[in-house]
């Protein structure tokens, strides 16, 4: 997958992690900030993911 | 005080992890930080849950500040690129290079004047890398290598994030912490943060040139420092908000005199070039040449080609137009009261419900969290200043076709995308460690092993900790101010002293603040790898916190 994708994903992810978190914290609905915990999780996956990502595309 | 989680080699050691983590991985793996990053935000989650009794509601209290600090930060990373390519493609920066050679014939200064007077000066009215944002892309023209374009500003400007962006990091610290006598923490704190000032003259020089730079720049880094440090040292106790932002305004006014001076006339074949691209030496030689030829001097060195990209018929004034832009936007809203006090009324927070952890370490419930006021943000100055350059440029031909605003943001998006993610790993880290007691573990543990004079020779280098940490001078010592306080007390310290110093420490360790490193290095291009930018600035760190803590303990000892 393009770096740049995964990049695009993972800032989604981080932009949706956010409203997850606060409406859940604020409202007390705690499988929503729990949700949001994990689309964090998946978020530094896909950054993490970039780093090989990255190093295939210079073999390339 | 807040309850402490309890400090043994185990807990400081899993405090520790993510730091390490991320330091080893990032100057001797050279990762880049989008991947290092989410790695030592792993170690600092892991160390929460195993040995930080941390529930996973005060995780995720943690992780949406951490996003809605990076959020803050990504609003000048953006809108700085955006500029940058709005000037670049426009061939901007190839007509600074040259027309501030014609201006300024010394290369030293120009580049003493860029990353230390400038970055400072900026540094004194906006923070959040904001003086990364104007003076990277400067001294990038320049003919710089991107590593020193941004590690010579992150080094020059250090000194005034105290009492930089108009005194937010004092205002702060007095916000988390009874002073006991504000005007001699002031006097102490502007001492001791005269160190940084005039290392970082000292270091730009050895940098640009070693030993032949230190004699070209010695006068003026004596004559600089002693108008930034020694402005600061006397204003500051007065009017700690605008102290520095005076120092910084005089020091630019010196330079012109500098300039006028002959010593900064003359012209040295043996300049070495060591911070120089290739193309920059070129563009030095050629500049050179031209000099000579109109002294009918024999040349030093033939030119084969031009310098960076540049389009005819650009002015200097032109060049730096945006720029400009900037510099008034900023003065008039961030210095005009009543102007400020509009702007300021729309402000955005987030509300976040209080937090604890198994150990007792509280965090308070807020209603609009690091609320910010987005008419007086650097980001939205810097796309005013974006938005007019583009227009100016478009104006006067200086765009192909193909620069189109949308061809300009794809441009800008390219090194913005991977800087978001690791901005919020770096921001994530730093909240996961303040909520859950490693930061204030990592402190205590320095603080419990240490005699009176050792502590007192330490605490800045907890200060320095802190920046590093948060990349922020503000947050470090909203970090650490109360715990060095309460420290201080049961050593019989001087509070003023020892918060004197971790407020210089603070400053200190933005040089090596990662956060400020990745905007830098996003702007140079340099795609996060800003291990080598931070392998550069540690020695200088070190030293300089070295030297901080001798001046500290020389005060300790004559009280």
């Known amino acids: ?60 | 005080m807040n309850a402490a989680p309890p400090v043994t080699s185990l807990t400081w050691l899993a405090a520790f992890l993510p730091i390490l983590v991320l330091l080893v991985l990032l100057v001797w793996r050279r990762w880049s930080t989008s991947a290092a990053a989410p790695l030592a935000l792993a170690g600092a989650v892991a160390a929460a849950l195993l040995f930080y009794r941390t529930p996973l509601h005060t995780l995720a209290v943690a992780a949406g500040k951490g996003i809605w600090d990076a959020i803050f930060v990504l609003y000048v990373i953006w809108p700085a690129l955006i500029l940058y390519n709005v000037a670049h493609e426009a061939g901007a920066f190839g007509a600074m290079q040259r027309g501030l050679r014609h201006l300024i014939p010394d290369r030293l200064l120009v580049v003493l004047a860029f990353a230390w007077v400038l970055a400072s000066f900026i540094q004194s009215i906006a923070g959040f890398g904001t003086n990364l944002a104007v003076t990277t892309p400067l001294l990038i023209g320049l003919g710089v290598q991107p590593v020193y374009a941004v590690l010579l500003p992150m080094i020059g400007a250090a000194w005034a994030n105290m009492f930089g962006s108009l005194g937010t990091a004092w205002l702060a610290t007095q916000t988390v912490v009874d002073i006991p006598d504000t005007t001699v923490i002031l006097r102490y704190a502007a001492a001791l943060i005269w160190v940084p000032n005039l290392m970082a003259g000292i270091a730009i020089a050895w940098f640009y040139g070693k030993t032949w730079a230190l004699k070209r720049g010695g006068p003026a880094i004596v004559a600089l420092s002693l108008i930034q440090g020694g402005l600061q040292f006397l204003l500051v106790p007065i009017i700690p908000t605008i102290g520095t932002f005076l120092a910084t305004s005089a020091s630019l006014g010196a330079l012109f005199i500098l300039n006028r001076w002959g010593f900064y006339r003359q012209q040295d074949r043996d300049e070495p070039h060591l911070i120089f691209t290739e193309s920059g030496k070129r563009a030095f030689y050629e500049e050179n040449k031209e000099r000579e030829a109109k002294l009918s001097v024999k040349p030093t060195e033939p030119s084969p080609t031009p310098g960076p990209r540049e389009r005819p018929g650009m002015s200097l004034a032109l060049a730096f137009a945006p720029y400009a832009v900037l510099a008034v936007l900023a003065v008039t809203a961030l210095l005009i009261p009543p102007v400020n006090h509009i702007l300021e009324q729309f402000r955005v927070g987030l509300p976040f419900p209080d937090a604890t952890t198994g150990f007792g370490v509280e965090q308070k419930a807020v209603d609009a969290y690091a609320a910010f006021t987005p008419l007086t943000h650097p980001g939205t100055l810097l796309l005013l200043s974006a938005t007019a350059g583009y227009l100016l440029y478009r104006k006067r031909g200086l765009y192909g076709k193909e620069d189109t605003p949308a061809a300009l943001l794809s441009l800008a998006a390219e090194d913005a995308l991977p800087a978001t993610t690791a901005i919020a790993a770096l921001l994530l880290i730093s909240k996961v460690m303040d909520h859950s007691g490693e930061t204030t573990v990592l402190a205590l543990g320095i603080a419990q092993v240490s005699s009176p004079a050792v502590y007192a020779g330490a605490s800045d280098f907890i200060g320095i900790l802190g920046s590093l940490v948060t990349s922020s001078n503000t947050a470090s010592n909203v970090l650490f101010a109360p715990l060095q306080a309460t420290a201080a007390r049961a050593q019989e310290l001087s509070v003023n002293l020892i918060l004197a110093a971790q407020s210089a420490g603070g400053a200190v360790g933005n040089a090596m603040a990662p956060g400020d490193a990745l905007l830098g290095a996003t702007v140079a291009g340099l795609s996060g790898r800003i291990g080598a930018v931070l392998a550069r600035a540690l020695p200088w760190t070190l030293i300089t916190g070295a030297l901080v803590s001798a001046f500290t303990l020389g005060i300790y000892f004559l009280m």
């Open chain 1, 1 to 60: 997958m393009r770096k740049e994708t995964l990049f695009i994903a993972a800032a989604l992810l981080l932009a949706a992690s956010l409203a997850l978190i606060v409406y859940g914290l604020q409202n007390e609905t705690s499988w929503l900030w729990r949700t949001g915990l994990w689309a964090i999780l998946l978020a530094m996956i896909l950054s993490l993911a970039s780093h090989w990502s990255d190093q295939g595309s210079r073999k390339d």
